[in-house]
């Protein structure tokens, strides 16, 4: 049974399919599950478990009736994914190999604990992704 997990409402289903489909197994090892780059569905599973889940917003606001609003008002981020990675640098490349956006370098975080290593990119659609190790 899924509990709880990210679902992320994407304008760019098949860049951010694409994105998720190259970075998810290596960092995480998860699988897609159900999905294809047309959308408007996507989801990765580790141990019959969903990791992440792609839904296309437009999809989204005709089924809440609200696609008369704006898709993003300007603000600061409310979200982000963040992924515990062994090597922050190899999974940052591999991010950017893959369509993100370098938001952060890599670097050492030691006000955020001991050996705390970070890097943030945005994916395809700007969703904030944090990759750590410790």
């Not at 197994?25 to 047309?38: D, F, Q, R």
Request: glycine residues 6%.
């Amino acid at each position: 049974m899924d509990a709880l997990y990210p679902r992320l409402l994407v304008t760019r289903f098949a860049e951010c399919f694409g994105f998720y489909r190259a970075v998810l197994p290596p960092l995480t090892g998860a699988t897609l599950i159900k999905g294809a780059p047309e959308g408007p569905y996507a989801n990765w599973d580790v141990d019959d478990q969903a990791v992440l889940v792609l839904y296309d917003r437009a999809a989204m606001a005709a089924t809440l009736g609200t696609t008369d609003l704006p898709v993003r008002a300007a603000a600061q981020d409310s979200a982000m994914l963040a992924f515990r990675v062994d090597d922050v640098d190899a999974a940052l490349a591999l991010c950017l190999a893959h369509g993100g956006t370098l938001a952060v370098p890599a670097t050492d975080r030691p006000e955020w604990g001991p050996n705390l290593r970070s890097a943030h990119l945005r994916d395809p659609d700007g969703h904030l992704v944090e990759l750590q190790s410790y």
